[in-house]
């Protein structure tokens, strides 16, 4: 068992991996993670499978027999992905089971659908149907159209992880569309104790948009802001999330069985070599939370990362100086919000794109085969 991860499970941070592989699950590398690095999560994406996809002999034989019933690109990748996912789930059931809200394993709509909000209900429906274990998490983004989405899924008992987070003010109203969803759902008398959420919060790319900023700016003063605007920024969000699960309206949900939907802090990997590999972790250390690893921060961490007490609560006035002196010099955060939601949901809709074109390339071969 790593002490270091162990340290931060301790204080309360949910560690959970953002990769997932057939090769993981079939090797017994995920129930390994879970056993020696305390992860008790996993979160996915359409890059993650084509990577694993391209990389893996181990899908040979599905995409075989798929192409052999004549289905379509499509149905190959939902095929795939969500039998990946359900293993995932079953290999992480016993963290669940001893869990009240961890044992999780997140998979994405189609990323095509995140300004489609009916589009949207109906993939989130599709994957939690096919998935089929009550610990599935189905990602859906927070874009405008995402939002009602988030709603309508959690008022039919579906469990959701919100990504794509920048902005406080959308953070907002992810919540509230959480807690509408809840009250939905209690209000039709479903069980509140069976519906899951976490809230995507991305961290570093704040940081890089507004770094590329400040380098532009020039000054000292500008320069001396780099690489503390994404940390702030969840900060601010862990400020609003405490303001939340404090309402009234919270405490009548939670009376009912609701659970938390717990910040999540995404995009934890560290984009620039001027800061520390753990900076995303070490920095964002709160009870309540999640943070969502790729291996590479996990094991910087296990190596060298330092757990010293909650480094969140109570930051929200530092948080909010930063981003004072951040508009004093000239940064335009809204701005920043808007440039990083469309490169999210273009990002996201590109991912998908490599995926399609991997599991394009994998059915070729397989059909040569088999001519």
């Not at 590398?29 to 979160?43: C, D, F, I, R």
């Not at 997140?106 to 993939?123: C, K, M, Q, R």
Request: charge should be negative; aromatic fraction near 6%; proline fraction near 2%.
């Amino acid at each position: 068992m790593s002490d270091r991860l162990k340290a931060l499970a301790d204080a309360g941070v949910s560690i959970w991996l953002d990769d997932l592989s057939r090769e993981r699950i079939e090797s017994g590398n995920l129930a390994e993670l879970v056993e020696t690095k305390s992860v008790v999560g996993v979160t996915t994406n359409p890059t993650i499978f084509a990577g694993a996809i391209a990389d893996g002999e181990r899908y040979d034989e599905q995409v075989r027999k798929l192409v052999a019933q004549g289905e379509r690109v499509d149905r190959v990748i939902f095929e795939l992905t969500t039998e990946d996912v359900r293993n995932a789930c079953d290999i992480l059931r016993p963290v669940a089971d001893g869990s009240s809200s961890d044992g999780r394993v997140s998979i994405e709509v189609e990323p095509d659908l995140a300004n489609d909000t009916e589009g949207t209900i109906a993939s989130a429906r599709a994957l939690w149907s096919a998935v089929d274990r009550s610990n599935v998490l189905i990602k859906i983004p927070a874009t405008e159209e995402g939002l009602p989405a988030i709603t309508a899924a959690i008022a039919e008992g579906i469990s959701v992880n919100v990504t794509l987070i920048f902005g406080i003010d959308r953070y907002r109203a992810v919540m509230d569309a959480y807690l509408s969803g809840l009250e939905a759902a209690r209000d039709a008398g479903l069980d509140l104790s069976r519906i899951q959420s976490v809230a995507s919060f991305f961290v570093s790319r704040v940081d890089s948009e507004i770094d590329k900023r400040l380098d532009a700016i020039g000054t000292d003063e500008a320069t001396a802001l780099k690489g503390k605007a994404a940390v702030a920024n969840a900060w601010l969000a862990y400020a609003a999330f405490e303001e939340v699960v404090a309402s009234d309206r919270w405490k009548q949900l939670a009376d009912a069985g609701a659970h938390r939907q717990r910040p999540l802090w995404a995009s934890t990997g560290v984009k620039s070599d001027a800061y520390p590999d753990t900076l995303y972790v070490s920095e964002l250390v709160v009870a309540d939370t999640v943070n969502t690893m790729p291996e590479k921060t996990m094991d910087a961490f296990a190596d060298h990362g330092e757990v010293t007490g909650d480094t969140v609560t109570g930051k929200g006035a530092e948080a909010q100086a930063i981003f004072d002196r951040l508009s004093a010099v000239g940064i335009d955060f809204d701005d920043v919000l808007v440039v990083l939601e469309d490169e999210g949901v273009d990002k996201f809709k590109k991912s998908w794109q490599e995926l399609v074109e991997t599991v394009r390339g994998q059915m070729e071969k397989a059909g040569q085969a088999q001519a």
